[in-house]
């Protein structure tokens, strides 16, 4: 069976304090791999896809990076404003267009 | 600006009623999708549908039915057979490179 696992489940940085959340996965024929930020009552809004092993995507304070078996979300100096659930998500050959997604990291960065 | 808009962003529901959650996309998507989120879960798949006039089972459909009768809009149904309906719900769209699109959500509280 296809699974997502985020590690770890809340986070607590403080400014400008880098760290990394990790998204483990099992599946058969990975298709890519999404990040998705979400805060409070809003829908997760898209990062980053990342396709193949060693591909690595930067946006401003974050990096995502991909192996075989698992991707991390690097983030450099965060800022109060980074506070978020970050949600991992692959696209796996057997599911098609359908997504499965990880639990999600709950990031919390203090001032 | 393109998106999907999800309404009402709240909705109480009482034992054994019926209730609808709207979802509308002017992204020119054909595929769109609807999604449960819990405390601590990913987001789990109720329907999809890839085209007008045809959806298909997620991985909970049950007690849910949805309709697909114009490209732009996706609405769900909570049905009373749906025995632990209070979620967060959401809707997506997607573009066959950027993953998905999702809507600000509707909270479904049963009263």
């Known amino acids: 069976e296809d699974q997502v696992t985020q590690s770890p489940e809340a986070l607590r940085l403080q400014e400008g304090e880098s760290s990394s959340l990790n998204c483990s996965y099992t599946v058969s024929g990975l298709r890519g791999l999404f990040w998705y930020r979400q805060d409070p009552g809003k829908g997760p809004e898209f990062l980053f896809t990342l396709y193949s092993a060693g591909e690595e995507k930067e946006k401003e304070r974050l990096k995502a990076t991909l192996t075989k078996k698992e991707s991390f979300l690097h983030i450099t100096a965060p800022k109060p404003e980074d506070s978020a659930t970050y949600l991992c998500a692959v696209q796996a050959g057997n599911y098609g267009q359908n997504f499965v997604f990880g639990p999600g990291t709950r990031l919390s960065v203090l001032p | 600006d393109g998106g999907i808009t999800q309404s009402p962003k709240y909705l109480f529901r009482k034992e054994g009623q019926n209730v609808t959650l709207s979802c509308e996309q002017n992204l020119n998507h054909d595929a769109m999708y609807w999604y449960r989120q819990d405390p601590g879960q990913g987001l789990r798949l109720i329907y999809y549908?890839?085209?007008?006039?045809?959806?298909q089972k997620g991985d909970i459909a049950e007690g849910y039915s949805v309709s697909r009768e114009k490209k732009e809009s996706f609405p769900l149904t909570v049905t009373s057979a749906q025995k632990n309906p209070t979620a967060f719900y959401l809707c997506a769209s997607r573009d066959p490179d950027y993953g998905y699109t999702f809507g600000s959500g509707t909270r479904l509280t049963v009263v």
């Open positions: 549908s890839q085209i007008v006039n045809d959806f």
